[in-house]
């Protein structure tokens, strides 16, 4: 269908070239063009001319070009056209009429705003883009058309500049040129990322690594971006406190036994229900034991579906390399919330984690259902010495050890190397 309207387009084209005199629709090239390839060349032509013939002494376009200026403007000013051009005005002539070329090229930008109903030549385009959250779509975008206007002496171009296409000459003419530039046209940016950057972002313990553009991303886009984004970690990972106020992992089902959390808070956040296409391409980092490791410590985030939220596990690698060993979990943007260090159990495990309590009261006690009653558990007892025991399998999850051992912040140039890793089944 496109071959058929740019046939037509270059049938049209050469019949206003041969009522036009030297006015006329033109594809810059260096080498003729057969009829068919001149025909394809005028499908959203990357580049291409106007060229307008004046009679004598005269700024005024002639009434016959109103077809060929049409033409362009419906070409280069097409919604469903890819292309966004700028474009070029060059009036040429001699020293002794510079103010009649100025008058020309003003006469031909006139027409480009008055067709807008603009004091600018402006450009309505259809714009693909594509949006971390909502998919590929395509948005309408408003820019003014980028223009330069010159006058040039024809006295003093070599000849080789006085030609179009080596056969048409422009001298005494008004020569336009539209060519497609993208950056001048919506800007260098052409886009939105947040973060803008590859970012680390560290607590004491915790780590929280963002690939640009992990939080929001759209690509080719126009629109204001958002301002950038401010985020910061909020840790309760000693596990005395955690212990002393103990609590399961919220779940209507499961049992899910947490040894420590960090409340992740962001100024920017995802709604759950907001987006359709969001990648878990930011991963919380925390310093384990291999002992946590082993006993089958995974981190847990909050997840979102048509039944609610639940805390479900998220995909995790065990870091090697370096001083420290790093459990990492891969989240996304709807996630900044609180983030457990846990382990999902059985009913038929929590003696092997727990001790009974009397009473719900007790310190760090919670209830759990057991074969439809209820029951208490606490993580710990108090020995003769006043010091906390723990059952085995629990002692396992916990990070009880010295600060001063370990480098708790190693450093890190090479955020997501992949080398050592290991999934975590």
């Not at 209507?252 to 947490?258: E, K, T, V, W």
């Not at 989240?331 to 009473?359: C, H, M, P, W």
Request: charged content about 25%.
């Amino acid at each position: 269908m496109k071959n058929i309207i740019a046939i037509g387009l270059y049938l049209i084209l050469l019949s206003l070239v041969a009522t036009a005199q030297t006015s006329g629709l033109h594809i810059p090239t260096d080498k003729p063009l057969k009829p068919r390839e001149l025909a394809a060349a005028w499908t959203n032509p990357p580049i291409f001319c106007l060229l307008l013939h004046f009679d004598a002494g005269d700024s005024s376009y002639r009434e016959a070009d109103l077809d060929l200026l049409d033409s362009a403007y419906n070409i280069a000013f097409d919604r469903d056209n890819p292309r966004l051009y700028t474009m070029s005005i060059e009036a040429y002539g001699n020293a002794n009429n510079q103010e009649l070329m100025k008058a020309r090229v003003e006469s031909v930008y006139r027409y480009f705003t008055m067709r807008g109903h603009e004091s600018m030549p402006v450009r309505f385009a259809y714009n693909p883009i594509h949006c971390s959250c909502h998919g590929d779509t395509i948005e309408l975008i408003r820019f003014e058309v980028p223009t330069d206007k010159q006058i040039y002496d024809c006295d003093s171009l070599p000849s080789s500049r006085m030609l179009l296409n080596k056969d048409i000459s422009l001298q005494g003419t008004v020569l336009v040129t539209f060519r497609h530039n993208p950056i001048e046209c919506i800007g260098g940016n052409n886009g939105c990322f947040l973060p803008a950057q590859d970012s680390n972002i560290r607590a004491y313990y915790t780590q929280l690594l963002l690939k640009k553009g992990s939080i929001y991303a759209v690509y080719n886009t126009k629109d204001e971006c958002p301002p950038p984004v401010q985020l910061s970690i909020d840790e309760h990972l000693d596990y005395q406190q955690m212990v002393d106020r103990y609590f399961l992992v919220p779940h209507r089902r499961q049992i899910i036994l947490p040894v420590g959390y960090v409340v992740l808070h962001s100024s920017f956040n995802r709604k759950p229900d907001e987006c359709r296409y969001l990648t878990d391409s930011i991963y919380v980092r925390f310093p384990v034991t291999e002992e946590q490791v082993e006993a089958g410590l995974r981190i847990f985030a909050k997840k979102y579906s048509s039944k609610g939220s639940e805390f479900k596990s998220v995909p995790t690698k065990k870091i090697k390399g370096g001083p420290v060993l790093l459990l990492q979990g891969a989240i996304n943007a709807t996630q900044f919330d609180t983030i457990f260090l846990a382990k999902r159990i059985e009913v038929d495990e929590i003696g092997k984690y727990l001790y009974s309590a009397d009473s719900p009261t007790e310190q760090g006690a919670v209830t759990i259902i057991v074969k439809g009653e209820e029951k208490y558990f606490k993580p710990f007892r108090v020995n003769g010495k006043g010091q906390y025991d723990f059952k085995k399998n629990f002692r396992a999850l916990l990070r009880i050890v010295e600060a001063e051992e370990e480098d708790l912040n190693p450093a890190s140039n090479d955020l997501f190397r992949n080398d050592g890793d290991e999934e975590i089944e």
